[in-house]
């Protein structure tokens, strides 16, 4: 699970606390981290992220589904890696 974020983007930051929630919940189970966008302009380009927050969830080197916007309670976020990840 990657959350495509910057520092000055305000949902990112609502975002940012569930997505450390949900690294600490999957420890050990899933890969959970944050990509600056700033600092790595060439890794949203290459996933063809146009909109943060956007979170990537990756199975295998696929992405397998894209969620956009910092709307997403822990929950939900959870529910999707059991969707996707079987987790």
Same mark, same amino acid.
């Given at each position: 699970?990657?959350?495509? @974020?910057?520092? @000055?983007?305000?949902?990112?930051?609502?975002?940012?606390?569930?997505?450390?929630?949900?690294?600490?919940?999957?420890?050990?189970?899933?890969?959970?981290?944050?990509?600056?966008?700033?600092?790595?302009?060439?890794?949203?380009?290459?996933?063809?992220?146009?909109?943060?927050?956007?979170?990537?969830?990756?199975?295998?080197?696929?992405?397998?589904?894209?969620?956009?916007?910092?709307?997403?309670?822990?929950?939900?976020?959870?529910?999707?890696?059991?969707?996707?990840?079987?987790?």
């Amino acid at each position: 699970v990657v959350d495509m @974020w910057a520092a @000055w983007c305000g949902p990112c930051r609502v975002l940012s606390p569930k997505i450390e929630q949900l690294a600490t919940d999957y420890k050990g189970k899933v890969h959970v981290g944050k990509l600056d966008v700033d600092a790595n302009q060439e890794v949203p380009q290459k996933f063809g992220v146009m909109s943060i927050p956007t979170i990537l969830f990756i199975k295998d080197g696929v992405v397998v589904a894209t969620k956009i916007g910092g709307q997403y309670s822990v929950d939900d976020l959870k529910i999707f890696v059991k969707e996707f990840f079987g987790v």
